[in-house]
């Protein structure tokens, strides 16, 4: 073999070696965001429901095949491309942030949530008409992030990954939509601490959730959520943001939910309005350029401003 031809061969054994490096990195990252998610949601299922885990028993009634959504899911990320449906509203490049409010508000907010846990029913009880609020009147732009470690917990089933995929086809017909469905999923109409609010796992019963939205009366909007419910077109994106919550907690050091995060601060959980507003106030005001979270999960992992812990 020639020196030419030896050179050659070396560089392109150089490129397929590189090649290879990147697919591994990929794989990693999918395997943080679907697999160690998991694992550190379990620890915040043990931490922060002891006594409602047990409960947590699955009922069935959900169509969805998430064992087949999650490697889809980790597919598509492996790969590189968005090619699971993204509700019309969510935004970044993985379409896995729910940002609702101004750039221009004065405070950034991520608020992080599991569908079915109670004490962020009771959060929205107590705060979620002031947050609501806060988000209409230009004061907050807030982020939501999901997790759904409930599934996680034995015989947990699959309500919270359900529920998510929900709240994704409410987003898909606007913001209003998506606020007005989590609202009814936490009322006390539907949301009972005797189940754990197990019956998320059914189809027919986010749907009926669904029917009492006032941004959802119209009958092509309620239509366009109803189809998206029971086809599970977003049972990829729930899988994925609730991967997202498994990676953005340890940067925030979440160990339980609901947890609120204040211009990149984790802040005591406000349980009243009053509460919440002088979260706000006593918070440093945002950054013009801070976003709440990366359009990524994997691109806020390594971030120095964690928060500290108040639990």
Known sequence: ???????????????????????????????????????????????????????????????????????????AQENGDATYAIPANAEGEDGLRVVLGEDTAADSVILFEEPRCPHCAEFDHAVGEAFQEAITNGDIQAEYVFGAFFDDNPGGGTGSKNAISALGAALNVSDEAFLGYLKALYSEDFHTSTNSATDFE?????????????????????KKFEDAVN?????????????????????????????????????????????????????????????????????????????????
């Not at 077109?233 to 339980?256: C, D, H, I, N, R």
């Not at 918070?283 to 979270?293: G, I, N, V, Y």
């Open 1 to 75: 073999m020639s020196k030419r031809n030896s050179q050659e061969a070396k560089r392109a054994a150089r490129e397929r070696l590189r090649a290879e490096r990147e697919k591994q990195a990929k794989r990693e990252k999918v395997r943080r965001q679907l697999v160690v998610g998991g694992a550190i949601v379990g620890v915040l299922a043990v931490a922060g429901v002891v006594g409602v885990a047990v409960a947590a028993m699955g009922g069935g009634g959900d169509s969805t095949d998430w064992e087949a959504a999650a490697e889809a899911a980790g597919k």
């Open 202 to 222: 059914s189809d027919e019963r986010l749907v009926e959730i669904g029917k009492g939205v006032d941004a959802l009366s119209d009958p092509a909007d309620f």
């Open 231 to 311: 086809s599970s077109t977003y049972a990829e994106w729930a899988v994925l943001m609730a991967g997202k919550f498994g990676e953005l907690s340890p940067q925030y050091e979440v160990t339980g939910t609901p947890s609120l995060v204040v211009n990149g601060t984790k802040v005591e959980t406000p349980m009243s309005a009053e509460a919440f507003r002088q979260a706000l106030e006593a918070s440093e005001p945002a950054a013009a350029e801070e976003q709440p979270a990366g359009d990524e999960a994997g691109d806020t992992a390594g971030s120095e401003e964690n928060a500290e812990s108040d639990e």
